[in-house]
């Protein structure tokens, strides 16, 4: 039943209609979507869930499809990605700060802002919605506090609030940016040092981040030809990758292609930077190849796939027993033996392997459209701790490597300390061969694509669509 508005109040005044607040006496209602995102972001709080692991789940668990789906979609991957944005409103609104409220009613307050600053949703609804979710979840208590703080949410849109908020850039740059991108200070900072000259590109970056990237799809070659794989999916061809294609909305793990392993979802810079070390020029032998850190097993798929028809092997080494499981699944069929071991030390035969992969572990700021919820929870220390494994098993690469053979080192992301440092500080026995001239599609025609250290490779999805894939070739001496 709808309310008649009350004297005195605008059409679209929040207060309007069934956004009831507290003593509203109907039994709240919560829509599924809301109710998925709300659950989501409890998920991600409280367990460390990955969104893009958890959203999948939930969808499931509450027979969402269609509509419904989609909107539980944008509102918790955006509620996550603009976390921090959300956060700087919502304390400017509030009479507490942030960190006494309840955890699941500051979600719901999140949610509503989002709603309110980056949707369409009429306001009262948004406010009402959130109203209803906070009380359906058994905290009918904050149902006035969350009515009366969304209401000052409201009084503004979002580029009010970032005018009103957000440092003046020539001020503080880097601050202006963070609240304007939703990013961290820090990883606007290390964007930033990435671009190098380019700093100006700066807030594109950023802003890509933000974008709702298409699914890619790799067909795997000898298993499904890509013209097969794009008139079975509706998809279109990858600018570069000859096995890539991009992917218009829709459940890729529903293609049959996909559920056959034909095919698999795999962002077409992981596709580039494995297929330059997989075709890099090499002398000698070219049968033994290694994958050094492999889980969840995407590039080995891809390698094991290459290596099927070119008549060589791949060991793939990975320290998680889950991981290493995903990739078996994965290579399910290949020319591909999966070891769980430490990439530092696997107990491999040294100096045997023709090219080796290094795709470490890295902070993954490259693929932060990917990833919603990463860009809050990575914290700068993170950094240090994965540059000594990095150079740790970069070590242990130049050690299993053959003189004359390849290591490709890889991060899917641009942080100089995860690049460069990394590089600058590698086995005296390594030596830089120019890969960016060796990406197959040449993305080089299109824009710059040249890493930070002459030779290496740094993709970009503000520049080439891509997540930002770093590639390092090393030809052991
Ligand atoms: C960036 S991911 C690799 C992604 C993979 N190449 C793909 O395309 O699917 C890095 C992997 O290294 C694994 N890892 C971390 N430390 C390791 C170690 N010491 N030895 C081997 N693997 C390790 C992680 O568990 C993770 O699965």
């Known amino acids: ?190 964007i930033g040092d990435a671009l190098g000259p380019r700093r100006d590109e700066l807030a594109d970056a950023l802003a890509a981040d933000n974008q709702s990237p298409a699914v890619h799809l790799v067909a795997r070659p000898g298993r499904i030809a890509r013209d097969e794989l794009t008139a079975e999916s509706g998809g279109t061809p990858a600018r570069y990758s000859p096995y890539g294609l991009y992917l218009p909305a829709g459940n890729p793990g529903a293609l049959a292609a996909v559920a056959d392993g034909r095919a698999a979802v795999q962002d077409e810079g992981s596709q580039l930077v494995a297929l330059t070390l997989a075709e890099a020029p090499l002398d000698g032998s070219d049968e033994r190849w290694l994958d050094l850190a492999a889980g969840p097993g995407g590039k080995a798929g891809l390698l094991g796939a290459l290596a099927a028809r070119r008549g060589a092997t791949v060991d793939a080494v990975e320290i998680s027993p889950h991981r290493a499981d995903l990739v078996r699944r994965t290579v399910s069929g290949l020319p591909v033996t999966v070891h769980t071991a430490d990439g530092r030390d696997p107990g491999l035969p040294a100096g045997s392997y023709d090219r080796v992969l290094l795709d470490a572990p890295c902070t993954g700021l490259g693929a932060l459209r990917r990833r919603p919820e990463a860009r809050w929870r990575r914290q700068p220390a993170d950094v240090a701790e994965l540059t000594r494994l990095q150079r740790d098993l970069l070590q242990s690469a130049a050690g299993l490597v053959r003189p004359g053979g390849l290591i490709g080192y890889v991060t899917c992301s641009p942080h100089l300390v995860e690049t460069a440092a990394v590089l600058n500080r590698r086995p005296k026995d390594l030596e830089i061969v120019d890969a960016t001239e060796l990406v197959p599609g040449n993305p080089a025609a299109d824009a710059p694509l040249d890493g930070p250290v002459p030779g290496t490779v740094q993709l970009w999805p503000h520049r080439h669509g891509t997540d930002a894939m770093f590639l390092a070739l090393l030809r052991r001496s």
């Not at 069934?18 to 109710?35: E, I």
Request: hydrophobic share 40%.
């Open 1 to 190: 039943m709808s309310h008649p508005p009350r004297r005195g109040r605008r059409p679209n005044d929040p207060r309007r209609g069934r956004a009831s607040g507290p003593s509203g006496g109907r039994p709240p209602q919560v829509d599924p979507a809301r109710q998925v995102a709300a659950e989501l972001l409890a998920a991600v709080r409280a367990d460390d869930a990955y969104a893009n692991l958890k959203l999948p789940e939930l969808l499931a668990a509450h027979g969402l499809s269609g509509r419904d789906a989609a909107l539980a979609t944008e509102l918790s991957y955006g509620t996550s990605r603009t976390k921090g944005q959300l956060d700087a409103i919502l304390s400017a609104c509030s009479t507490r700060p942030l960190d006494s409220i309840d955890p699941p009613v500051l979600d719901a307050l999140r949610l509503g802002a989002y709603q309110l600053l980056r949707t369409r949703i009429p306001p009262h609804a948004a406010v009402s919605a959130t109203v209803d979710l906070v009380r359906a979840g058994g905290r009918p208590g904050a149902a006035g506090f969350v009515n009366a703080l969304l209401r000052k949410v409201s009084a503004h849109d979002l580029d009010g609030w970032l005018a009103e908020l957000a440092p003046a850039s020539d001020d503080d740059p880097t601050g202006h940016l963070a609240l304007t991108t939703a990013h961290p200070s820090w990883i606007v900072d290390a």
